[in-house]
């Protein structure tokens, strides 16, 4: 490590020097100090170490969130490893591509997952070493052993510096594959400082860890509260008991959620008489309903409006969302957030173009990608394929995204028409399809398909829906599908999408 770098496993260590014996996560009955989580991370970089892997290496995990995830992402931090967290909600096929895009050397698997992996073994020459939390298993050897090894072993000193690769998080797929965006060590601690400034983060807050772990969302929450010396409850997934629980009993402060995760709290606590005063901020995707609802019950906190993606690290705008209510916030203080048309000029206030990012939290580029790069950063710039406004008081307003990135968000995962449009072709009596997003009340957004059958050809819609999710992950099967004799078209004999969004939005 250079004079002037600083990195993730550097906020372990400044941690357990100065924070030592304070609380830093919580995972089912294990209560880890900032000293504890410095020593495992230690034990397991060194367990790693002692298989070979070195800087730059590739670990991939697919598991659901639990300490042993969190380690990993530390000891990753240490060696200059890249950990790549897998989405469990993709199907098979989703998940095997992401394994082999990024031809880790190690796989870390949860139990109920080993199928998948067992499944493809023969397609993962490159991987070294397969493990598998829990008992050790027909070709998986126990995780724990990795860190029982490097008990009494030393970690090699890699020189790491704060712009090498960190994580590599696959966003949705545009031409039928996720893209993994790389995130560096720089990037990551720049968003933390901006939460931990924007939210005045101290000790004193606890995150409740609901949001999966291969989620931004999920991990730049952890970071930055890790990072400001708080604590995090570790929860396998959303359930409304243990997160009441949670709140309860280790006052957590923040979190960070997707519909219909706070709707179901607010509804809980309504009829049970749960407490969630503790909680101070909250950021997510919701409805100004549910919004209101939450800060009319516990007015001392606050819901904070976000426009962010994976590619950027996090939140490049954030603000209260009821300071400017149905705007996503101002930007913040160490980016560049602008508004340009066509020709990557700037726009004036009012006007709708592409918002376009500059600054130390862009990503280093998607993985194996790079025709995909050099377009998205032309003219110096991230373009995020988002379209929005700002206003005269520098608040960006969303306005849909761009025609080259029609992007949906059912409950917070991202979804582009193309991979679902895909899908449902791959079906011998489907002819055409269109796909879009239509407001929903308890996702957010909703995926809506207009097909045209064969000649000769009848499907019903549940079958059809049912075939998708064969195909590709369930979250990403349309929930509404219209049938329709032929698509609208425009003067060129192209598939009018503008026209067929208008026509069936509401049938």
Excluded at 414 to 442: M, T
Aim: aromatic letters at 10%.
């Amino acid at each position: 490590m250079s004079l002037r770098d600083f990195t993730l496993y550097n906020v372990i260590e400044r941690n357990a020097q100065v924070y030592g014996n304070r609380l830093a996560f919580v995972s089912g009955e294990q209560r880890i100090s900032h000293r504890d989580y410095a020593r495992r991370v230690q034990r397991l970089a060194a367990g790693l170490a002692a298989i070979g892997l070195v800087k730059g290496d590739r670990v991939a995990v697919l598991a659901q969130n639990c300490q042993e995830y969190i380690d990993l992402y530390g000891a990753a931090a240490r060696l200059g490893l890249i950990l790549v967290p897998v989405n469990w909600r993709l199907s098979a096929d989703e998940i095997v591509y992401v394994i082999t895009d990024t031809t880790p050397k190690v796989i870390v698997v949860g139990a109920e997952y080993r199928p998948v992996i067992d499944g493809a073994r023969d397609r993962f020459s490159f991987v070294e070493g397969f493990f598998t939390l829990g008992a050790a298993a027909p070709d998986f050897a126990a995780f724990d052993d990795l860190a029982r090894a490097g008990q009494d072993s030393n970690v090699p000193d890699f020189d790491i510096s704060d712009a090498s690769g960190f994580v590599i998080i696959h966003t949705a797929a545009v031409a039928g594959h996720p893209r993994g965006a790389l995130l560096s060590h720089a990037g990551l601690l720049t968003a933390n400082l901006q939460l931990i400034g924007s939210w005045n983060l101290t000790v004193q807050d606890v995150h409740l860890g609901v949001l999966p772990l291969f989620h931004l969302a999920g991990l730049g929450l952890l970071l930055a509260v890790q990072q400001a010396g708080g604590a995090t409850v570790v929860l396998p997934r959303f359930d409304p008991q243990a997160v009441m629980r949670a709140i309860s009993v280790e006052r957590a402060s923040l979190f960070a959620e997707f519909p219909p995760m706070l709707s179901t709290l607010l509804d809980k606590a309504a009829k049970d008489g749960d407490d969630m005063s503790s909680l101070r901020h909250l950021t997510g995707l919701d409805t100004p309903e549910t919004i209101a609802r939450f800060e009319s019950m516990y007015p001392s906190a606050r819901f904070w409006a976000t426009y962010g993606q994976s590619e950027v690290a996090g939140a490049v705008t954030l603000s209260p969302f009821r300071d400017r209510p149905g705007s996503a916030g101002q930007p913040t203080m160490l980016n560049h957030v602008g508004v340009v048309d066509d020709l990557d000029q700037g726009l004036p206030v009012g006007q709708i173009g592409e918002i376009v990012v500059r600054g130390p939290m862009v990503f280093g580029g998607y993985w194996n990608c790079e025709s995909d790069n050099e377009f998205g950063f032309r003219n110096g710039w991230h373009h995020t394929g988002d379209m929005g406004r700002f206003d005269d008081d520098g608040y960006l307003w969303y306005c849909g995204r761009s025609p080259a990135k029609e992007l949906i968000k059912p409950g917070g995962e991202n979804v582009y028409p193309a991979e679902v449009e895909k899908a449902l072709l791959d079906h011998p009596a489907i002819a055409e399809a269109v796909v879009f997003g239509v407001p929903d009340a308890q996702w957010g957004e909703a995926i809506k398909a207009v097909c045209v059958c064969r000649s000769g050809q009848t499907l019903g819609a549940d079958e059809l829906i049912e075939f998708v999710a064969t195909k590709i992950a369930r979250f990403k099967r349309p929930k509404h599908v219209v049938f329709s004799p032929e698509l609208p078209r425009t003067a060129q004999g192209l598939i009018d999408r503008a026209r067929i969004k208008q026509e069936f939005a509401n049938d």
